[in-house]
């Protein structure tokens, strides 16, 4: 059986995954470390890459491999391969003041969604750029070549090749704020606008398009982001919303045709197959139900059970889950709040319901404005720690009247990427068809009157001095 390896370079770590081409089924993987901290020197990535790859048996044997990486972060190359400086990560927010420099240069926020789609936050590349050509501006003059964590690794897989020989893929290019997702093409003229001069970018692979080849031959996908690998690892297809419960939320949904959001909720990325990849970002996830695990002195699973002992609606008990202030709505100052509490309220139940459905409610706020923008979401693929929750999954379903699908835990930007380098190994219109393993779908009958509540307390809480 031909055998395809894929590549997770996240935040933390990097996940190597070997995969039957055809079937999908795992082979073999291994796992190491990242540094901390939002800055780091890419050749730690590589380091972690190899010692991966060791923990997961070699890959001498994969016909072909891809790489899927954290989106954003700003790689500097100068003329000679060299990396300039350690790389920017997208949680580096050095560059939020460059973020609002560029938004009034190009004539607002309009200006920027016309062009890519998206308007610049502190996470894009583009403003990293900025930050540079303002604070190091000797770093910015050597700069020759601009990439991303994930062109990095497929560059460096492929035995450092000239700079021009940089590749990347649609879906990372659509996070730099300067490709656009409308024309597929570079702005250099935003390049410039961030870095202060133009500079060699990867070139954008189509989604099936092979690379350069490994030293020992295997041929090298394009690669994507991880949210765009997430999303090809988990099947996503037109329809589909894929909600990830971690550390901060995220709900990206396939779609047919790019978007524009001009209050800079939703991002217009792109995909990794040809379509979109419209994405809303929270900052309160899964940390909430830790913070009313604590309150409570309860386990994620005692959590779970006292949440399904209590009514939907937890008796009028709502929980604004603003606990770290919130990007979507943009409130970065916000804080959490309980509303509604009463004698027959006070209970760990009620809380505990509360602050699940007051989690998801914040969801499905990032849901609502990927859907005003004409995206159809009529399924939600769940994943992260907190899908393993069954008042998780049922309150999901019902807050947001959808049904829930819940794969088995797994590593699905790795697999994502494994997928992709199969696609390119077998040629063809569309990515081989890999069925997800351990899947549980819930339906629970809708509760409207629990986003209701929600809102109320949520416009009431934003109207505080």
Known sequence: MPL???????????????????????????????????????????????????????????????????????????????????????NDTRSAQAALDLIDELGGARAWVDAVGLVPVASFTVTKLRWLRDHEPDHARRTAA???????????????????????????????????????????????LGLGHDAIVPRVLAPAEAGPSTPTGAVLGPGTGDNAGAALGLGAVAGDVVVSIGTSGVACAVADRPVGDVTGAVAGFADATGRFLPLVATLNAARVLDAAGRMLGASHAELSDLALAAPAGAGGLALVPYLEGERTPNRPDATGAIHGLRLETATPAHLARAAVEGMICGLAD?????????????????????????????IASAVLGLPVTVPEAGEYVARGAARQAAWVLAGGADPPDWPLAGVVETRVDPTPAVRERYAEVRDLTARRP
């Open 366 to 394: 990032a849901v609502d404005a990927v859907r005003a923008l004409g995206t159809p979401v009529e399924r939600v693929i769940l994943v992260g720690g907190a899908a393993r929750s069954q008042a998780v999954r049922e």
């Open 146 to 192: 601009v990439c991303l964590p994930h062109d990095y690794l497929t560059w460096r897989l492929a035995g450092s090749l000239p700079l021009d020989a940089l590749v990347t893929d649609r879906g990372d290019a659509s996070g730099t704020g300067y490709w656009s997702p409308q024309t597929e093409d570079y702005r250099r003229d935003l390049l410039e």
């Open 4 to 90: 395809v390896a894929g590549v997770d370079s996240s935040t933390q770590s990097c996940k190597v995954v070997v995969c039957d081409a055809d079937s999908g089924e795992l082979v073999r993987s291994g796992a190491a470390a990242h540094p901390d901290g939002t800055e780091v020197a890419p050749e730690a990535w590589w380091d972690a890459l190899q010692a991966a790859i060791a923990a997961a048996g070699g890959i001498d044997d994969v016909e072909a491999v891809a790489v899927g990486g954290q989106q954003h972060g700003m790689v500097c190359l100068d003329d000679s391969g060299a990396v300039v400086r350690p790389a920017l990560l997208w």
